[in-house]
């Protein structure tokens, strides 16, 4: 019963192709996030939706494009793959950020564009 | 711009020895720094949520304080399954939904 779980986890593409990753969360919360960690580790957010609606775009190129079908669905579209999109994405979700909950991780998706 | 740093990059200690990890921050307003544990291949795995500076909050071998720059993660006597990175993050009163968070510091934890 994984809390939030996303796929694949593995993804190995070449560069120019378009791929998806899928995210859910079994937890009731209606906020849901993407999360990038690239090679020093750092992890920025990159899109938040709130009910299906977007909240933040961190200036991300707009190759990337998040989809919320429902509260407890979030997927990431990636067109025209590029070899900087190399990472780790991590789904998240939480209750509204505004009363400091916790947000909760997913184990994460390797993308490896070559 | 919010900003966490974490110090040391890397830290290795022997099992028993105590020790502390360093998050700094700057940020318009804190609402809340949170502590994170990441395993390798791993997603990062809630420790602790501090609201304001003088509050600690402890689980097993570790203990998070705040003040108004920085936190701290003690270790206390620990085990190899402590080792692990641990992730520092803040999000602001003011502004978008989010956590922003440090680069981390690399624990490992030697038999």
């Known amino acids: 019963d994984t809390a939030v779980s996303q796929t694949p986890k593995y993804l190995v593409t070449q560069m120019g192709n378009d791929k998806s990753i899928k995210c859910e969360q079994n937890?009731?919360?209606?906020?849901m996030y993407w999360y990038k960690q690239d090679s020093k580790k750092f992890l920025k957010i990159m899109f938040s939706?709130?009910?299906?609606?977007?909240?933040i775009n961190e200036t991300v190129p707009n190759r990337f494009s998040p989809k919320s079908p429902d509260k407890a669905h979030l997927n990431l579209h990636i067109n025209s793959l590029e070899l900087g999109d190399s990472a780790v994405y991590f789904c998240?979700?939480?209750?509204?950020?505004?009363?400091?909950?916790?947000?909760?991780f997913g184990e994460g998706s390797w993308l490896t564009v070559v | 711009e919010d900003q966490v740093t974490q110090s040391p990059e890397a830290l290795r200690l022997q099992e028993g020895e105590s020790s502390s990890l360093n998050c700094s921050y700057t940020?318009?307003?804190?609402?809340?720094l949170f502590w994170y544990r990441q395993d390798p291949g791993k997603g990062p795995e809630f420790l602790f949520t501090?609201?304001?500076a003088g509050e600690e909050k402890e689980k097993e071998r570790l203990k998070a304080t705040l003040t108004k720059k920085e936190s701290f993660l003690h270790i206390t006597a620990p085990k190899p399954e402590d080792s692990a990175t641990y992730l520092c993050a803040v999000q602001a009163i003011r502004g978008a939904q989010k956590l922003v968070f440090g680069q981390g510091t690399r624990l490992t934890i030697n038999p």
């Open positions: 937890l009731g919360h209606d906020t």
């Open positions: 998240a979700s939480s209750h509204p950020l505004g009363g400091g909950n916790t947000i909760y």
């Open positions: 939706y709130n009910n299906k609606e977007l909240i």
């Open positions: 940020v318009s307003g804190l609402r809340g």
């Open positions: 501090l609201y304001s």
